[in-house]
């Protein structure tokens, strides 16, 4: 049998490689309107014309072969076959931006001189034509002196064409590599090889520059860019209210239906106390977290995302940063872990570590079910003004603490630690696209799913085994269950440390689940207070009733203190570790974490309790 043929698509950052990775394969690998979004070699299976099957590898983006960052260095050490176990690939195809011609081919020529059988996808021609610009593909072909296919992958446009221009170098000879040319050489070449292979230009382009004018302004874009996460933050609960209300309905409703026609029982228990009242008090947080997740995704789509990252530099780069890092911190505001990996797209190792440390700062979408419930029971749903909610102003509060938490902590790690000079940024803006209702519901199905299968396995499983925990030994007449369980006593050890920044047992014990995911800590509350319900009615309470009633606002002031700052998350810890190949890194990471939560929890208890809150 012969050897799978592999063919690996190489190009500039958002180029559409991912976008047409996914096409042929039927992958759903993420892609979105900014550059550095894939920072992973991943590999998926094509067949070509002749019916043979083939290997396709989607790589980063890279703007040549000498670069330093190390998802660029994936990009080369697979096109070399450096990497361990594996051959130089059979082909490339090179995806090229056609509405960026001239700068995607200064790498393309690179690609093109190594002198091995090459197919171009002449990418986004859909855009180039919105933009008023025809290219003649026989004219590229002719100065490259390779095939030359115009795709538009996103609408899987001259998919067949590629894969048959790919069949046929599989009967190619590989040319010889050409000798190195040096980069103002390859600039001036492609300025020329783009302007032969332009038949016409007229430019529609003014209403895109118009819009960077605004959204660029650098007093006029942080209004706008502050605005928008403002209406984020206050559409989390105003829209999602009527939803989350009709899922905590239902809930409540099959809770209602098993103890009424079930004999009572463990498995009663179980069913109400650890599964309904545990896992349903995170998954009532859905609608919030689909929201959240419509307004990232559709930055992420049109190219504002990017304008963010623009505007951002300044204000990054006054605390050692530069807007490199804004990216894999905007993406931790979905989760630490991809925003920590989103960090190989940044070249320097010190402004890289930096910004690992500094990623579990951002409030990640795991923390918003905790803040929710908080906020739900303790912040009265008033109006500011029409229009701004005062709990939606508390959330967006949070979010801001977090920022500047970790603005104050690069600061000093910029100092210290990781001393170093900011280095400069370079990044191309993507074009302003308008997003397609597909991808876009697509991306809140698999949001969503991934929400729900957490719900279902790590805050089920920590969420039963707490419950084992509160439910044994079993209580004598008279004592409390959660008094006589191993978690009660547990949670009392803990207590001790933990009493002092105003927290009472039951935030004890749900700290120590909620080390799994965030979210636990809410569904953990839920179930200890389920236990610990004397009658049935107490149970049917929801969790914010039973929180106003038994938390003095001080304690829960604190508790979301301790939340924006905590590392509730070992899947961070473990990603961290492996991003920084080894243990130092990650060691820091919680040791400093805990430390300021402990310390602002304290503040913002006792500055409470001395206002008479
Ligand atoms: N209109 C149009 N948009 C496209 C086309 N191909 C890709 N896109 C969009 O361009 C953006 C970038 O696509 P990606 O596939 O993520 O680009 P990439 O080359 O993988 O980028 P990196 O992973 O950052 O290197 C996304 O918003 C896509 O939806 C196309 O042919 N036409
Ligand atoms: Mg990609």
Redesign the pocket.
Same mark, same amino acid.
């Given at each position: 049998m012969s050897k799978l043929r592999t063919i690996a698509l190489v *190009?500039n950052?958002?180029?559409?490689?991912?976008?047409?990775f996914n096409a042929l394969t039927g992958a759903r690998q993420k892609?979105?309107?900014?550059?550095?979004? =894939?920072v992973e070699r991943k590999a998926g299976r094509i067949t070509l014309p002749s019916g043979q099957p083939a290997e396709l590898i989607?790589l980063? *983006?890279s703007y040549g072969f000498d670069a330093t960052s190390p998802d660029e260095e994936v990009t080369r050490k697979v096109v070399h076959g450096e990497l361990e176990g594996e051959a130089v690939p059979d082909a490339l195809v090179l995806?090229l931006d056609a509405a960026n011609l001239e700068q995607h081919l200064v790498f393309a020529q690179e690609v093109i001189a190594l002198g091995r059988p090459v197919v171009v996808a002449l990418?986004?021609?859909?855009?180039a034509e919105r933009d008023g610009l025809i290219l003649d593909p026989a004219a590229l072909e002719a100065a490259l002196g390779v095939p030359v296919v115009p =795709?538009?992958?996103?609408?899987r446009r001259g998919l067949d064409a590629l894969l048959e221009r790919l069949g046929d170098t599989a009967a190619h000879q590989s040319g010889d590599p050409q000798p190195h040319i040096t980069l103002p050489e390859r600039r001036l070449a492609a300025r020329n090889i783009a302007k032969a292979a332009i038949l016409s230009e007229t430019s529609t382009r003014r209403l895109h520059t118009g819009l960077d004018r605004v959204l660029l302004n650098p007093w006029v874009g942080p209004v706008i860019l502050f605005g928008l996460l403002f209406v984020m933050f206050q559409a989390v609960f105003a829209w999602a209210t009527p939803f989350a209300d009709a899922l905590d309905g239902a809930i409540g409703a099959i809770s209602g239906w098993v103890t009424a026609t079930m004999p009572e029982s463990l498995l009663r228990d179980f069913i109400t106390e650890g599964a309904l009242a545990g896992v349903g008090s995170v998954i009532v947080f859905l609608p919030q977290i689909v929201i959240l997740f419509a307004f990232i995704l559709v930055m992420e789509?049109t190219g504002y995302m990017a304008r963010a990252a623009f505007l951002m530099d300044r204000l990054m780069s006054g605390v050692g940063l530069s807007g490199r890092s804004f990216i894999p911190l905007l993406s931790s505001f979905a989760c630490a872990i991809p925003g920590i990996m989103a960090t190989r797209s940044i070249a320097d190792p010190k402004d890289r570590l930096t910004t690992i440390l500094i990623a579990p700062l951002m409030t990640c979408s795991a923390r918003l079910p905790v803040y929710t419930i908080i906020i739900a029971a303790f912040i009265p749903n008033d109006s500011i003004v029409t229009g701004v909610g005062l709990q939606g102003l508390v959330l967006f509060a949070l979010y801001v603490a977090g920022i500047v938490g970790a603005m104050a902590v690069a600061l000093i790690l910029r100092r210290t630690i990781t001393a170093g000079a900011a280095s400069g940024f370079i990044m191309e803006l993507?074009r302003y696209?308008l997003p397609r209702l597909t991808?876009l519901l697509m991306g809140l199905w698999q949001r969503a799913w991934v929400f729900l299968r957490r719900a279902g396995t790590i805050i089920f499983a920590a969420t039963v085994i707490l419950w084992l925990l509160l439910s044994f030994p079993k209580a004598e007449p008279g004592e409390s269950q959660v008094d006589a369980s191993v978690a009660g006593t547990v949670a009392d050890g803990l207590h001790v440390v933990l009493a002092p920044i105003g927290f009472n047992r039951e935030i004890s014990l749900a700290l120590i689940p909620a080390m799994a995911a965030r979210e636990v800590a809410v569904a953990s509350l839920a179930t200890t207070y389920a236990v610990d319900a004397d009658d049935e009615e107490a149970e049917a309470e929801g969790l914010a009733t039973t929180l106003k009633t038994r938390w003095s606002l001080p304690t829960a002031l604190a508790f979301l203190a301790w939340f924006v700052f905590a590392p509730q998350c070992l899947s961070t810890i473990a990603v961290t570790r492996r991003e920084t190949n080894g243990w130092k890194w990650p060691i820091v990471m919680l040791v400093y974490l805990f430390a300021l939560a402990y310390v602002f929890a304290g503040i913002t208890y006792w500055s409470a309790v001395a206002l008479g809150l």
């Open positions: *190009g950052p958002n180029a559409g490689k991912s976008a047409l892609i979105a309107n900014y550059p550095g979004v =894939t989607d980063p *983006g995806v990418n986004m021609v859909d855009l =795709t538009v992958a996103v609408r789509s993507p696209q991808d």
